[in-house]
């Protein structure tokens, strides 16, 4: 096991009726920005169980964050917490909301050019404002972290970021509220967890037994409950479970004292900053095709994932590694997801655009190993079409 | 899943050297009591550690906090901080000398009795002084957890009690100090994490698959570790696996949205205030035969934990859960833990008073449904010896 440290004080709310605690857990004098998106949580009830909760607080509003949030959009809403003497953001909404919040906190207590806290990876960051959570799409994990990802249209990037002071304070977690999401983003949210554990996951073996087997019960749980998910929309029991997998996925706690590869996600956001696909579009299409070309980098923690999570174990070991990505590209598919490039409606053609773009964002050495050049990113797109 | 709050702002730093960057983690200007125990520390190393860190503090020290912490010790601790002006407590060593520490942390900021802090468990603490933890015996959990067990000499009781303000700051894991370690020490700290989750696991079901599924890797963890770390006890990655388990089976992760039991602890914790056993000692003894008084209620649970830890499914449902708390004893045995209470040097003559000494501390309804009697406890008992 690698030395790590873990941190997360992130207060997990779970469960149904949980957004009437939420005065509890901001100071009587807040004054509050509730940040959204879309305006769903206005069709669902949401924002009206939130307005009842916040009864008695100075309350300002900014919707419209969109998914990928811009930089852009985001600059709107730091001045609208300027104005209003903002001292409690309140994001309402799924990783995209949560993400642009985290910006918008940090860029609100910054001096010099908001781009920089970005630009730098978040290291710029000193401080941030507080921020609550209230989830509406288990997906992106954000809820309980300390990472965002802004793009900024002006420059085609999609950039991920990062501070510790971007941990929410609290994060309602009511799988009642996710019964209205479109069967889409349950799927994208599904695909988006379990591929963050992957990434966490299929590295090289440190003998971290405790993390590998929290990851698998992760996957094990995805795997049984996302197509039930898309069969029955309102089981609370199947929706509780897949929201508390997309959080744990991505809290810290499976990455403590482990490698990690990310590579998918990196080339996945280029995809979304030059194509606009949804985020978990990208990355199922990339997986498949990404574990071929680095199979043998991953050989040992592909075959533990083979035998523990598709039963796997029977024969040589590329046809066992072959198998466990195509069970891997099969759940996908029963998640209504596309698993290659030609699905999302890309060629050869495409290849060589990523490939710069990968290249101007200094995207060069990736992977648990750092040796996921463009080159072999190019294999691997070549494998995913 | 039943609905739940998690909430642990506890920051682990896990492995090798860490111990040098507590000074990171304690503010520049404060004074420093570390608490420590029988002095073990002094003759491992991990004192020097601790003193070349804290280089530049103001620092001051009590030692002799005796497993199962006394009332009456810890009491001259209080002096000791209210005389130095202390502002911050470091506790250097495992279960016994945190949970002291914990309370030394409250009675020090409490104006009352300060045994009120213990009798109310715990509910009437507003304020603790902070605590930083460097671990050297992985067992109890409470490096990073808000609960306390304290025992009182002169009323032979041991009492556990719990506040938020207990977290500590942080918590130095370095799995090279636990080389020095008695075996006893390495095998009652395992047990005691094993029971730890089997008191969360064995409940009734809640379809809560996450929470189950991180019960099942430490278990499955905790059974391969185990013998190994008696058999080779300076094998870094076996003492990192169970480290780690230990702190896991008692964070408030697993029991997050679960049933608890906790009944074996409590009928345990009599063991030790009239007795004098080692914590482990009582639990390992008393598990099997709890197991088999309450499996009408715990069945569907057992049968799981047969399957997924044992592998046992073939047969009737009554010999599959008999094999199962059968293959734990046998676990325990391997670890070189007596287990049963005659072992122990108990008869059938010791139930009386150890049943009506669980009456006198209130423990009338114990277990996860509170249907624990005392008679049915004493079944347990018989069924223990």
């Not at 992130?10 to 509730?34: C, H, S, W």
């Not at 197509?227 to 997309?246: F, K």
């Not at 999302?344 to 040796?371: Q, Y």
Request: hydrophobic share 45%; charged share 20%.
């Amino acid at each position: 096991m690698l030395n790590f440290d873990f941190y997360n004080p992130t207060k997990l709310m779970f469960g149904q009726g949980r957004i009437a605690d939420i005065a509890y857990e901001i100071p009587r004098n807040a004054r509050v920005l509730i940040t959204y998106g879309g305006g769903s949580i206005k069709s669902n009830g949401v924002y009206d169980e939130v307005k009842a909760a916040l009864t008695g607080y100075e309350v300002v509003e900014f919707g419209g964050i969109e998914p990928n949030p811009l930089y852009e959009t985001l600059m709107k809403a730091v001045e609208l917490v300027k104005t209003h003497k903002i001292d409690f953001l309140l994001a309402v909404g799924g990783g995209s909301v949560i993400d642009g919040t985290k910006f918008i906190a940090a860029a609100s207590l910054y001096d010099g050019d908001p781009w920089e806290i970005i630009f730098s990876r978040g290291t710029v960051v000193k401080e941030s404002l507080p921020i609550g959570v209230v989830l509406t799409l288990p997906a992106a994990g954000s809820e309980s972290n300390h990472r965002a990802v802004v793009s900024r249209k002006s420059m085609n990037a999609k950039i991920s970021f990062y501070s510790n002071s971007f941990f929410p304070r609290f994060a309602v977690l009511d799988p009642v509220k996710t019964y209205s999401l479109p069967p889409t983003q349950i799927s994208n949210g599904v695909v988006d967890a379990y591929i963050h554990v992957l990434e966490q996951y299929l590295t090289y073996p440190v003998n971290a037994k405790v993390q590998e087997r929290f990851s698998e019960g992760i996957l094990l749980t995805l795997i049984e409950e996302g197509p039930r998910a898309l069969a029955e929309p309102m089981n609370y029991e199947v929706r509780s479970n897949i929201m508390l997998c997309a959080t744990m996925a991505l809290n810290g706690l499976i990455c403590a004292g482990v490698p990690a590869d990310w590579s998918t996600h990196m080339v996945g956001h280029e995809l979304t900053a030059l194509y606009g696909f949804d985020h978990a579009a990208t990355i199922a299409a990339l997986l498949p095709g990404m574990l071929k070309a680095l199979k043998d980098d991953k050989r040992l923690q592909l075959l533990q994932y083979a035998e523990r999570i598709w039963g796997l174990k029977e024969g040589e070991e590329d046809a066992v590694i072959e198998a466990a990505i195509e069970k891997t590209r099969e759940f996908f598919a029963a998640m209504h997801m596309k698993t290659s490039l030609s699905e999302l409606g890309l060629t050869a053609d495409n290849i060589p655009e990523i490939i710069a773009h990968l290249k101007a964002h200094d995207m060069v050495r990736l992977g648990e190993r750092k040796n996921v050049t463009p080159e072999r990113v190019r294999q691997a797109l070549e494998l995913s079409l």
